[in-house]
């Protein structure tokens, strides 16, 4: 029996309101072996008022879940033939009971995004659970015998505030390289996260079991794409697939919008949800007025302001600008330092937090991102990280004359400084299947400069490689393939996942990722190279999307990121005091920096 019980799940569950503020409950066992604590942000049957967190009809199963089951209402049709009654149309219902019924099996069934917790008050077993793409996020410490876990890591921290807990060194490291923590990982060395298609199964004095119940298996495709089919067919499979998810994943009893910027991964989105353009819906766009210089020096706001504009236009949508507020983003800068032991380090997700805010005022509850299609399709340096293995492949002579170059921080440097980086083999001692992510900051000889190499080397395998789960398909698989499962395996649950629910969930807005259908994901990781990239081009089978069916002019833009000027940096930097706060702070002194770190 666990003491205190009732403080502890009361104090978690308060501290998550933010991400359900409709609804709230907890239930605690009467022998006070388990406590659940469940919070409820009401988007499917947003009316009902079942006691949170639901429990069965005999009382002895209960679930804490957060998500949606896309396919609700066609499994509470498969459960009813199977002798279940409901009492709401929730989708949490048909996920307890399909639970009860079938088991783990039942996630086999599931479209949808996840996490949850099952307890069985009779067999004295939980069942923890994350859905194939870590769309959602599972926190969890095992200590002195008792499991906490949560949505977000501070609840778990508050609980564990008397354990000396230690910050994790080598996250610290991994979050300079990649901006996150390893899959798994967080700041903290005490707690973890569920790796995505993962179970997590505990019962009364036995070893916890984690437990694969699913992967990606793009093999279905493989037959497909090697008898080369035409275009039109490609898109014919890739159209279906989309429609699929977008009827689905569009809500039935809450408003939503979509974030509309000038790139095509968005207006695909945006051609989907307004079902070409038959359906009237809302867009919106955040836009920079600071002016000045940009981060990206290529980078021209007006530009991108015009072509948002212009899809709209195209597609009838009704469009809502919000201008860029930098005084809020140093306050959410601020507030999210002190709770950013998850690990994602990426202050992007600032623009998430200021669209749920606009989106909170005009009462909707839900938006459409499009991560993942350039995970999937292929950033612009990941064709350049294709281009140079296809090129070692037929230079096999040169290959390891630079392999040889590479494995020496000098020669890196002469080659930088001979505008040669395109020769550069990163990890020249591996011999495995590795590549540089798009958000990788820094190159690998940089980061030896501040830190000793025993203390990293193994950090650059965090990201950019795959898990040998898939050990069976990789033969299979070419290059710019191996890329897109990396990114579907590690970044995207990770790293872009986390960044949306830290963003959005903020300001108690669900955010919906399409591209990350496991159907789609599947297919277009399946599809071999020429569909992501030709000559300095990425994302070609994309680009042809937009061109037939949106702006021709749209699908040749360029893809330049967030609308950050310089002048908003400062500003930041400046309000937030970062460089005397770094310089006054004492905590680098514990880690294995070299001296001039700071």
């Not at 005490?190 to 036995?206: A, D, F, M, S, T």
């Not at 949106?550 to 950050?564: A, C, H, M």
Request: with cysteine; net charge positive; hydrophobic share 35%.
């Amino acid at each position: 029996p666990i003491k205190n019980l009732k403080k502890k799940i009361s104090e978690m569950t308060l501290m998550l309101r933010h991400r359900g503020p409709d609804q709230e409950g907890v239930f605690i066992s009467n022998d006070n072996l388990c406590a659940i604590g469940n919070t409820r942000l009401a988007i499917v049957d947003p009316s009902c008022k079942e006691k949170l967190p639901m429990k069965s009809r005999n009382k002895i199963q209960i679930i804490t879940f957060n998500g949606e089951i896309y396919n609700h209402d066609h499994l509470r049709k498969y459960l009813k033939k199977k002798g279940c009654n409901f009492i709401s149309k929730t989708d949490t219902e048909v996920l307890l009971n399909g639970l009860i019924l079938e088991g783990e099996s039942f996630l086999s069934k599931l479209d949808g995004m996840w996490t949850f917790g099952f307890y069985n008050q009779k067999k004295k077993k939980l069942i923890l659970s994350r859905d194939v793409l870590g769309e959602r996020h599972l926190f969890f410490s095992i200590n002195n015998g008792v499991i906490y876990f949560a949505s977000e890591p501070l609840p778990i921290i508050h609980q564990l505030k008397k354990e000396n807990l230690e910050i994790e060194t080598s996250s610290i490291i991994s979050t300079m390289f990649f901006n996150a923590v390893a899959p798994g990982k967080t700041l903290i060395k005490k707690i973890e996260k569920l790796k995505p298609g993962r179970n997590l199964v505990i019962e009364i004095n036995k070893n916890p079991k984690n437990i694969l119940f699913r992967k990606l298996h793009p093999e279905k495709w493989f037959d497909y794409f090697a008898s080369d089919p035409p275009y039109e067919k490609v898109f014919k499979n890739f159209n279906e697939i989309m429609q699929e998810s977008f009827k689905n994943r569009t809500p039935l009893d809450v408003p939503y919008i979509t974030a509309l910027s000038g790139g095509i991964d968005s207006a695909i989105v945006s051609l989907y949800l307004s079902n070409f353009k038959k359906k009237k819906i809302d867009t919106i766009f955040l836009r920079d007025i600071w002016g000045g210089s940009y981060i990206n020096p290529l980078q021209n706001p007006e530009e991108e302001y015009e072509a948002t504009n212009s899809t709209s236009n195209k597609l009838g949508t009704k469009h809502i600008e919000v201008v860029y507020d930098y005084q809020e983003s140093v306050k959410f800068l601020l507030s999210e330092s002190e709770k950013a032991f998850d690990g994602m380090m990426n202050p992007a997700f600032i623009v998430h937090r200021t669209l749920a805010n606009k989106i909170k005022k005009i009462n909707k509850k839900v938006i459409f991102m499009s991560d993942g299609l350039d995970e999937l399709l292929g950033y612009p340096s990941d064709n350049i990280s294709y281009r140079k293995n296809e090129y070692f492949k037929k230079k096999r002579i040169r290959y390891n004359f630079f392999k040889f170059l590479s494995k020496n921080n000098f020669s890196k440097k002469i080659l930088r400084r001979l505008k040669l980086n395109n020769y550069i083999l990163e990890n020249p001692e591996i011999n495995f299947f590795n590549f540089a992510p798009d958000h990788t900051h820094g190159q690998k000889d940089f980061i030896e400069n501040i830190i000793s190499k025993s203390e990293f080397n193994n950090i650059f395998l965090s990201f950019g490689t795959i898990e040998n789960i898939y050990d069976d398909i990789l033969d299979n698989l070419d290059f710019s393939q191996k890329m897109s499962l990396s990114y579907c395996n590690k970044s995207l649950p990770d790293w872009y996942n986390l960044r949306s629910d830290k963003g959005f969930f903020g300001s108690s807005i669900e955010c919906r990722l399409p591209f990350q259908d496991p159907k789609l994901i599947e297919f277009l990781i399946a599809a071999p190279a020429k569909y992501r990239f030709e000559k300095k081009e990425s994302k070609i089978f994309a680009r042809k999307i937009v061109s037939d069916h949106i702006l021709k002019e749209l699908s040749v833009r360029r893809k330049y990121g967030l609308p950050f000027s310089l002048k908003i940096i400062e500003a930041c930097e400046k309000d937030l005091r970062i460089n005397e706060t770094i310089r006054e702070s004492n905590f680098f002194d514990q880690f294995p920096f070299k001296k001039d770190f700071k």
